[in-house]
């Protein structure tokens, strides 16, 4: 069994791999116009498709920008953590604010991106919801001035 099998239990070929890719280009290109690339009919392009969303492999969805729906403050946090991570961790990724969270080697053990309509918003996640779990002992706030780039179409190996 590969790495990638014991993390996701589906082995990736170069024909699923390739879908991945169809997707990540533009993720509503029709099974029917993946298949012509790739070699298949348009039913075994979406057999496939949702074999990989249901396994975890690859989530397909909008990708938004908070600025032009409201969301007029945007920051990565990185966290100090007294004793075990996984619990904060997980307890930050059910606050609605946060959309990601990943547990770190370095500086700081988690790093929390958040995005929030307001300063008043995000002083008060800040403040009262993530200094206040038990564990936390620091958070250093990083605010996003202006995006300049974002992608997930990187491609697989």
Do not use: N
Not at 10 to 26: F, G, P, R, Y
Not at 114 to 126: K, Q
Request: net charge negative; with cysteine; glycine share 8%.
């Amino acid at each position: 069994m590969t790495r990638k099998q014991e993390r996701t239990g589906v082995a990736l070929d170069e024909v699923s791999k390739a879908i991945i890719e169809q997707l990540q280009q533009d993720g509503r290109r029709s099974y029917a116009s993946i298949g012509k690339v790739v070699g298949l009919s348009e039913a075994a392009v979406r057999q496939r498709v949702q074999r990989l969303v249901e396994s975890g492999v690859m989530q397909v969805v909008a990708v938004t920008d908070p600025l032009q729906l409201g969301f007029a403050r945007q920051a990565m946090i990185g966290v100090t953590v007294s004793g075990p991570l996984e619990g904060v961790a997980d307890a930050l990724a059910e606050l609605d604010e946060v959309d990601y969270v990943v547990i770190t080697a370095g500086r700081y053990d988690l790093l929390v991106e958040v995005v929030c309509e307001t300063d008043e918003h995000l002083l008060d996640l800040i403040s009262s919801r993530i200094r206040s779990l038990e564990g936390v002992v620091s958070t250093e706030t990083f605010m996003y001035l202006k995006l300049r780039k974002q992608t997930y179409s990187w491609g697989v190996r």
